[in-house]
């Protein structure tokens, strides 16, 4: 038996992970003791600003990381090796905290229901009921759904930053019950969002129960749940490989399952469906974000040297996310709905530029890494993904949302600003050039042909063109169709909403012209450490 | 600088353009558009004939991927950036008043989306970065799905988005192969996108055929060539004619104009290993395109469709590999710019006086309007490689050119000038001969702007058709230094 030996917490590396789980906690206590009136205006200005100071805290971070090891890469492990502050964490903390503020603004957002926010005034009380009229009539309103989203923003920075099996775990559990949580909480359409929330925490759990089982059989066959053991253990080939291969497996069921890959993509459109809009946008992007890095670090950082096992998975894996997602995307009558499979095609993608080499001794001079191509994919999938969901919140009729993609007909008419912007979003997801999302594809491509993946990059290539074919048949609805009936009706949002949108157009114009500065910050991150 | 001042001005002209009142939008849209042509004029007086690519500006722009903003012009770029700059102001006369017509999206979006595409294409004709290039090549996909999506026919917004389908699947495909060259170049130590750098690289055969393959279906949809054409026709059919105009007579070229600068210019053993399937593909186009315009019943379709036999011989011109075939293809391009936009604007004022685009509703319009018929018959006859119009010339060097490569090829290609005729002269002998059509009001002779319009294409016709020589010198140098770089001598065979 080992003694115990105390950690040692750095408290000025791990600053953006405990202002916000500090801030979530005071959430918790604002919502216990200060009277209903304040509880809005409290939980908003204590979400933004402990994202804000988190935000602050990752650059002052990121300006005065240690170089580790040998020089290659470049960070801090902390908390006794379980928490790895990296290059890469930062990247991901940095874009995590910035969609949560986007995030924030979207469920803060009150002007488009006519004063109340998109969440259930009681979500205990069941629909149909007088306890529901009731809440309704009171103009009641969550307000636990900010001190939720923070849970779950400290689950997604924790989530790629752990450097265990265990830490692992336990940050996709607050990643997700929070999550599952506000899935359930929709003001309108209650049932459907319940329904949606339930599906979730089953599928979910069943999920963490295979990630569990992995790192159980992982730890059987290395010795370990740390992922330098787990390295070292797979490089000397120790142990039992078909516990290594199973628990990889069972490992990657876990993971693949957060990001919504083929075979585990069923959640997704019931789930961004049923979700109320402002948390589709949210989880959307922040989990996408979250549960690559932490695939990255996992495949690459515990399993890297058992390349040879796990590669041939992904390269399955990534093209049927790409054919399944865009196709089955293409039949959908619902906008959330054909968003939700997008994203599965766009996991696909991603997928692509995992499979790419990592390591800056097997590139070649000025060629760009899997992990640079990887992060910035993320981030012009994260931006375009909470601006999209965010203008679906616009359009409305006297019911909540229009999602039914034919009432959106004539919508280029009726209100060309959020035509137009939806469709850059749209032809940013397609790849367009000038655009995020064509630089982004650039990148994931480019670092899977570099490291010889050339039949992904040609599905990749197929697939896109169904995808293309989706998103252009929503610009030709909302363009060239005759509206049906009314037509829809765009309401004016806040300035929230507006700033949410407005940024996410920015960032995804700015990120197609001008890639260099965030290509570089990604190049800056360097590699995992372990 | 000039040529990047080329591109701007037409670029701000759009947006100044969108956003002023409408009641000026086509005036200052017209402004721009001849400030680009004058621009345009500009940088041809500073252009020495055969000095290769000059006017060169390059900057980096996405350092980590070697992208550079890199644009230069050599004979072929020049001339199709004169065509453009020349053709987009006639685009916007004749469309004047069209775009304001019902059921269309106005004449300012018309005239801001116009000089959008003519910006994009500008940038595509005077690009030497092969990301650059592939850039505003999909970029220039945005204007082309709204102008015809927003303005023309009934049924548009389905052709728009084939359109828009068609051009999205071959320029992903073409992603894959610039990625390719992107890697190749990585590989050899020096991740680059320029030209001129890709040029240098020594790419082993597969790859070349692989690489080459991503690119040259890209172009055949643009161009368009047989099998991947069937966008065209819908396109044609529904949209404006100016707008066909602009699709056909400049972004169409854009394939022609690529298969010559990537294909040959970057892969030249790949090219020469895929030759005998392309002519195959060219001269099914010829035939197929000729016979499938004489069965046409909608005007706009039969124009449409003679342009898939015209690119076959552009095509044909280009693989047959000698000075002759290359000489004949560019200035192929050009003519054909010239002469289907003639055909789409005339074809276009004779639509808005029958009300109808079906031939068979049509006839013995030369009677009450004399000069439309003539020059609908002169546009005709150009297709047709009237001698004395300027697409004979090329017509003629391309053909010469197939009998030097083999005498089946040539035989074959002769062939589409009996068909050209014959699609020519009997649209005209249905629509402008005949007795009356039953009913109807006479049709109204073109007035004195349209004639305007119509009068510098006619005129360049007949120049470039008794003396083609101005384009030949530019078109010459060109033709030698691609050629050298596939490793074929000037008299036309294999060293």
Aim: glycine fraction near 10%.
């Amino acid at each position: 038996m080992t003694e115990f030996v105390k950690p040692s917490i750095e408290y000025f590396e791990l600053w953006p992970l405990l202002v916000v789980f500090g801030a979530a906690c005071l959430g918790v206590v604002v919502e216990a003791f200060l009277p209903r009136s304040v509880r809005y205006t409290a939980q908003v200005v204590l979400a933004l600003g402990g994202l804000v100071l988190a935000l602050v805290g990752v650059v002052l971070v990121g300006q005065d990381v240690p170089e580790y090891d040998d020089g290659a890469a470049r960070g801090v492990l902390a908390v006794g090796g379980t928490i790895a502050v990296d290059g890469p964490s930062l990247f991901i903390w940095g874009l995590v905290l910035a969609l949560a503020i986007a995030g924030v603004l979207l469920f803060a957002e009150r002007q488009l229901d006519g004063g109340v926010s998109a969440f259930a005034g009681q979500a205990a009380a069941v629909p149909g009921t007088d306890a529901e009229a009731a809440s309704i009539a009171a103009n009641r309103e969550h307000t636990e759904v900010y001190p939720l989203l923070m849970f779950a923003v400290f689950g997604m920075m924790l989530f790629p930053a752990a450097n265990d099996l265990l830490t692992m775990f336990v940050g996709l559990e607050v990643l997700s019950l929070p999550l599952y949580l506000l899935s359930g909480l929709a003001r309108r359409r209650r049932l459907l969002s319940q329904e949606a929330a339930l599906k979730y925490f089953l599928l979910g759990a069943f999920s963490s129960g295979f990630f569990l089982y992995g790192a159980a059989l992982v730890y059987g066959f290395a010795g370990s749940l740390d992922f330098a053991s787990i390295n070292e253990a797979v490089r000397n080939d120790v142990g039992s490989q078909s516990l290594l291969l199973i628990g990889t497996g069972l490992l990657s069921v876990g993971l693949l399952f957060k990001v919504g890959a083929v075979p585990f993509q069923a959640w997704t459109p019931d789930v961004y469906q049923g979700a109320p809009t402002p948390v589709t946008a949210f989880m959307a992007a922040g989990t996408k974000v979250a549960a690559f890095g932490a695939i990255m670090r996992l495949f690459y950082v515990a399993l890297g040297a058992d390349r040879w096992s796990w590669q041939p998975m992904l390269w399955i894996i990534a093209v049927l996310s790409m054919f399944v997602g865009a196709a089955l995307a293409i039949t959908q009558t619902d906008i959330k709905r054909l968003l939700a499979y997008s994203s599965v095609a766009h996991t696909g993608f991603i997928l692509t530029g995992v499979l790419g080499l990592q390591a800056s001794d097997q590139l070649a001079v000025g060629e760009i890494s899997s992990v640079q191509a990887v992060l910035f994919y993320l981030a012009t999938y994260g931006f375009a993904t909470i601006g999209a969901f965010a203008v679906v919140s616009l359009v409305r009729d006297s019911g909540g949302e229009t999602t039914a993609i034919d009432r959106w007909a004539g919508l280029g008419k009726e209100s060309p600003v959020v035509a137009a912007v939806f469709a850059f979003f749209l032809l940013a997801m397609a790849g367009i050039p000038l655009t995020s999302g064509f630089v982004g594809k650039l990148a994931v491509f480019s670092v899977a042909l570099a490291a010889g993946a050339w039949p992904v990059v040609v599905a990749a290539v197929l697939a896109s063109i169904i995808a293309a074919f989706l998103y252009v048949r929503v610009i030709k609805v909302m363009y060239f169709d005759k509206p049906v009936g009314d037509g829809p009706s765009v309401a004016y949002p806040s300035v929230l909403t507006a700033t949410t949108i407005a940024v996410g157009a920015a960032i995804t114009l700015v990120l197609g012209v001008l890639p260099g500065p965030v290509l570089d910050l990604a190049a800056v991150a360097g590699e995992f450490i372990r | 600088m000039i040529l990047t001042v080329l591109i701007l001005l037409p670029l701000v002209g759009a947006l100044v353009t969108a956003v002023v009142p409408a009641a000026v939008a086509r005036l200052v849209g017209l402004g721009f558009a001849a400030a680009t042509l004058v621009a345009g004029i500009v940088a041809a007086t500073q252009y020495h004939v055969g000095d290769g690519m000059q006017l060169t500006e390059t900057y980096t722009w996405i350092d980590s991927l070697g992208v550079h903003y890199a644009l230069g012009v050599d004979g072929l770029g020049l001339l199709m950036v004169l065509l453009t700059v020349v053709l987009v102001p006639i685009v916007m006369l004749a469309g004047w008043h069209e775009a304001d017509a019902p059921g269309n999206n106005g004449a300012k979006a018309f005239f801001a989306w116009t000089l959008g595409l003519e910006a994009m294409s500008l940038a595509v004709f005077t690009a030497t970065d092969v990301l650059l290039f592939y850039v505003v090549f999909e970029a220039t996909l945005i204007p082309a799905y709204f102008l015809i999506g927003g303005f023309g026919r009934a049924g548009r917004g389905r052709a728009a988005t084939k359109f828009l389908i068609y051009q999205l699947a071959g320029g992903l495909i073409m992603l894959a192969s610039v990625i390719g060259l992107y890697v190749v170049s990585a590989d050899a130590g020096n991740p680059s996108f320029l030209i001129s750098d890709l040029a240098a690289l020594d790419i082993d055969e597969t790859t070349q055929r692989w690489l080459f393959v991503g690119f040259f279906i890209a172009f055949a949809i643009k161009a368009p060539m047989f099998p991947v054409h069937t966008w065209l026709a819908d396109t044609t059919e529904k949209a404006t004619t100016g707008t066909s105009v602009l699709l056909v007579c400049i972004l169409d070229k854009i394939g022609t104009f690529g298969m010559l600068r990537f294909c040959l210019g970057l892969l030249p053993d790949a090219s020469q290993w895929a030759t005998p399937v392309v002519i195959v593909l060219a001269l099914i186009s010829i035939i197929y395109g000729a016979l499938v315009a004489i069965g046409q019943d909608d005007v706009l379709r039969l124009i449409g469709l003679t342009s898939l036999s015209h690119f076959g011989f552009i095509v044909l011109g280009i693989f047959v590999f000698s000075s002759n075939g290359s000489s004949g293809a560019i200035l192929y391009m050009v003519n054909h710019g010239i002469a289907t936009a003639l055909m789409f604007l005339v074809a276009g004022f004779l639509i808005r006086r029958t009300g109808t685009a079906s031939i068979r509703e049509m006839g013995g319009v030369e009677k009450a309007a004399p000069v439309l018929a003539g020059f609908f018959l002169v546009g005709g006859l150009a297709a047709a490689g009237l001698p004395g119009l300027s697409p004979f010339v090329s017509e003629m060097l391309v053909i010469i050119a197939a009998f030097d490569h083999h005498w089946v090829v040539g035989s074959v290609a002769v062939l589409a000038i009996v068909l050209a005729a014959f699609y020519a002269l009997w649209m005209y002998q249905r629509t402008m001969t005949g007795p009356d059509r039953v009913g109807a009001a006479p049709v109204v002779d073109l007035d004195r702007r349209e004639v305007g319009i119509l009068a510098p294409l006619l005129l360049a016709l007949l120049l470039f058709g008794f003396y083609p020589m101005p384009l030949l010198d530019v078109i010459n140098p060109f033709v030698h230094d691609s050629l050298a770089s596939v490793g074929i001598g000037q008299e036309g065979g294999p060293q």
